[in-house]
T-cell receptor, first 114, second 111 residues
């Protein structure tokens, strides 16, 4: 069975600071991993995805994530936070070749202080 | 944008009434999904469809039913709405490499 853990529910950073949002997963087979972003009162937008190609994945808006199999992690980073990055971020896992169902973490709200 | 629309976008209803939410897609995706989003729970899968008339339950399917009579439409019905079904409902479709794309959501309030 697959699962996703996003520790903590809220992260606050200063504008220009490093953003690090953690995601750990469990999966019995090589997974596909995703990060989605949700701005207030909107749907989820795909930020980036890992599908067994390069372990360092670059996404939109300057975000990137690194797949580390030994740590079962897929942490999301951005070198310099911008006010517009304030949103809720969801990590999700899908076991490749399984029944096409995503399992989501509970989400992390990112606040950016001026 | 995967060409997904949801209707209605907002709805207020009373306990015990049936409610149907519609998801419409324009890109002929085979897989479609219904999720609910609640604070502290992330997104939870209600039902999904892997083709016309082919559906299966997700983790929170009690009190919900679905139908898919044509590729582009996936309907979610709350058979007798309860206050615990107050939530934001999202439809999604699956594209390449198991990637899901989401609609704008429907806010449902059950009084």
């Amino acid at each position: 069975a697959q699962s996703v853990t996003q520790l903590g529910s809220h992260v606050s950073v200063s504008e220009g600071a490093l953003v690090l949002l953690r995601c750990n997963y469990s999966s019995s087979v090589p997974p596909y991993l995703f990060w989605y972003v949700q701005y207030p009162n909107q749907g989820l937008q795909l930020l980036l995805k890992y599908t067994s190609a390069a372990t360092l994945v670059k996404g939109i808006n300057g975000f990137e994530a690194e797949f580390k199999k030994s740590e079962t992690s897929f942490h999301l980073t951005k070198p310099s936070a911008h006010m517009s990055d304030a949103a809720e971020y969801f990590c999700a896992v899908n076991e490749a070749g399984a029944n096409s169902k995503l399992t989501f973490g509970k989400g992390i709200t990112l606040s950016v202080r001026p | 944008d995967a060409g997904i629309t949801q209707s209605p976008r907002h709805k207020v209803t009373e306990t015990g009434t049936p409610v149907t939410l519609r998801c419409h897609q324009t890109e002929n995706h085979r897989y479609m999904y219904w999720y609910r989003q609640d604070p502290g729970h992330g997104l939870r899968l209600i039902h999904y469809s892997y083709g016309v008339k082919d559906t299966d339950k997700g983790e929170v399917s009690d009190g919900y039913s679905v139908s898919r009579s044509k590729t582009e439409d996936f309907l979610l019905t709350l058979e007798s709405a309860t206050s615990s079904q107050t939530s934001v409902y999202f439809c999604a479709v699956q594209g390449l490499q198991e990637t899901q794309y989401f609609g704008p959501g429907t806010r449902l309030l059950v009084l």
